[in-house]
């Protein structure tokens, strides 16, 4: 029988631990610089310290668990050794948030069921056990192309040709991405699916052999499904169940690149800001990693997207205007910055031009940077991996 207390120690203890392999942090109310990129002969994200200003955020709004913002993922992360550790360093703590989370809830469970008698020793104990292992299991992963799914007015190809080849495009980088996954924590299983956002659909599951683990989508559950997917063991039927804590319960969603303007309006129009929100702020929040549009969509507006003309508003029915876009916010993960990414020597002038017609202050990233959150702090990731 161990008492409350001890069992409460021991967690302090192993958060602190968790807390001292992690690199210097400092708040949102401070000036910080990030960069993941290794030293070379180029650019050496100067533009990351440059441009870089003051963040402040409202003391009141939720800070995001683990967030990972990026331009590139082959040269921001996998090619960097110490974004590539802040990635695997944050999918472990997201699982281990989860079991900790599902401890917790079973303790308190156990509590209410019987409040002359404490809580339940066994459940006491395996809210120890779960804090403090180490066990590689099964990693939930949702993919969101949603940004590459756009339709291009200059495409000679059909809309639906488009769409074919978008989706095999999108299969390609999501299996790229497990790949780096397993090359970082060699021997774990990860469960994906693909979310678009434009419809709310979940596509490709992969993962296992076993079909009952991903039950066919939009049919009702039958009560032993029920049971797998509220244990986070098979497949959600909706995009919806895909993004909850008390759905699917994912420990990575991936925000692919794109068309910034097409995923604002499929993230408004359907309503998931407040579900991406609510998910990544959570007790249990899963990591999330914005590439290119996904990172612009994670600062405070998607303006940003404007600047080199890269994206195409016109792709979103009545606001077709790039004036329209003015001031639309993003999901404001990260306070009062927005994002410009695929930043290099080319767009100093225009950066410096542009920055001064926004309030926010602006994130400059080049394809070899990374900007990293943990526990509502802003991460020097550049010294992860230094001695």
Same mark, same amino acid.
């Given at each position: 029988h161990k008492p409350l207390p001890a069992m409460l120690t021991t967690r302090s203890i192993s958060f602190i631990l968790i807390l001292g392999t992690v690199p210097p942090c400092t708040s949102f109310l401070n000036t910080f610089v990030v960069s993941s990129a290794q030293k070379s002969k180029r650019i050496e994200s100067k533009y990351s310290t440059r441009f870089l200003t003051h963040v402040d955020t409202d003391e009141s709004q939720a800070k995001p668990k683990c967030l990972l913002l990026i331009s590139s993922f082959d040269e921001g992360v996998k090619n960097s050794p110490s974004s590539s550790e802040f990635l695997r360093n944050g999918l472990l703590e997201a699982m281990n948030r989860q079991k900790v989370a599902h401890a917790e809830k079973e303790l308190m469970e156990s509590v209410l069921n019987s409040p002359c008698n404490?809580?339940?020793?066994?459940?006491?104990?395996?809210?120890?056990q779960a804090d403090s292992s180490t066990e590689i299991s099964t990693l939930r992963f949702v993919y969101i192309p949603t940004a590459m799914y756009a339709l291009r007015s200059d495409s000679t190809s059909s809309p639906g040709k488009q769409r074919q080849r978008a989706r095999a495009d999108g299969k390609k980088r999501r299996n790229a991405i497990v790949a780096h996954i397993q090359s970082l924590i060699p021997g774990i299983n990860v469960h994906a699916i693909t979310v678009d956002l434009a419809d709310g659909s979940i596509k490709q599951p992969e993962g296992t052999d076993d079909t009952t683990m991903f039950p066919k989508v939009n049919r009702n559950k039958t009560i032993v499904e029920q =049971?797998?997917? !509220?244990?986070?063991?098979?497949?959600?039927? =909706?995009?919806? !169940?895909?993004?909850?804590i008390k759905g699917w319960s994912p420990h990575f969603v991936y925000v692919e690149g794109g068309n910034t303007f097409w995923l604002s309006h499929c993230v408004n129009n359907g309503g998931w800001e407040e579900d991406l929100k609510e998910l990544c702020t959570q007790a249990a929040a899963p990591m999330y990693c914005g590439k290119s549009a996904g990172a612009i969509i994670a600062g405070k507006t998607v303006q940003t997207a404007l600047w080199k003309g890269w994206d195409d508003p016109m792709v979103v029915p009545g606001i077709e205007d790039p004036s329209d876009w003015v001031g639309v916010p993003g999901l404001q993960l990260v306070g009062d910055a927005s994002f410009f990414p695929h930043m290099d020597e080319a767009y100093e002038e225009l950066l410096e031009e542009k920055k001064k017609t926004i309030e926010s202050p602006v994130v400059a990233l080049t394809d070899q940077d990374a900007f990293a959150v943990k526990d509502g702090l802003v991460v020097d990731i550049s010294k992860l991996n230094e001695s």
């Open positions: 404490g809580p339940d020793i066994a459940k006491l104990e395996a809210l120890e =049971t797998m997917f !509220e244990s986070g063991i098979c497949e959600p039927q =909706t995009g919806k !169940e895909a993004l909850s």
